[in-house]
């Protein structure tokens, strides 16, 4: 069984900046190909926020380029989301996910896509 926990949500002002972490553990040897974010508001569809696979290559959602940068360190199957110039509509509840391989881009924004999810951090941006 493989779990996801995440860390680093809470409350910051617009403009302000957040560190999410999330750290796979499984009780047999687990090297997914990808792990990354994936962000749900009250409402509304989960969407792509982040991406990261094996051969470093990555993937952002529209909103969120240029502003947040993701990362990974494969020896501590962890994997970072850094936010900065946050915004009220970046408010959600952040999801970690890891997929075991690799999809083709076309497919990286569906959610039904990855095997696995963490618990969610609330991330809320207001005055």
């Known amino acids: 069984q493989v779990q996801l926990v995440e860390s680093g949500g809470g409350l910051v002002q617009p403009g302000g900046s957040l560190r999410l972490s999330c750290a796979a553990s499984?009780?047999?040897?687990?090297?997914?190909?990808?792990m990354g974010w994936f962000r749900q508001a009250p409402g509304k569809e989960r969407e792509l926020v982040a991406m990261?696979?094996?051969?470093?290559?990555?993937r952002y959602g529209d909103s969120v380029k240029g502003r947040f940068t993701i990362s990974r360190d494969n020896a501590k199957n962890t994997v970072y989301l850094q936010m900065n110039s946050l915004r009220p509509e970046d408010t959600a509840v952040y999801y970690c996910?890891?997929?075991?391989?690799?999809?083709?881009?076309?497919?990286?924004?569906?959610?039904?896509?990855?095997?696995?999810w963490g618990q969610g951090t609330q991330v809320t941006v207001s005055s």
């Open positions: 996910t890891a997929r075991a391989r690799r999809v083709v881009w076309s497919a990286m924004t569906d959610s039904s896509q990855y095997d696995y």
């Open positions: 990261t696979w094996s051969g470093s290559s990555t």
């Open positions: 499984s009780e047999r040897s687990f090297s997914p190909n990808g």
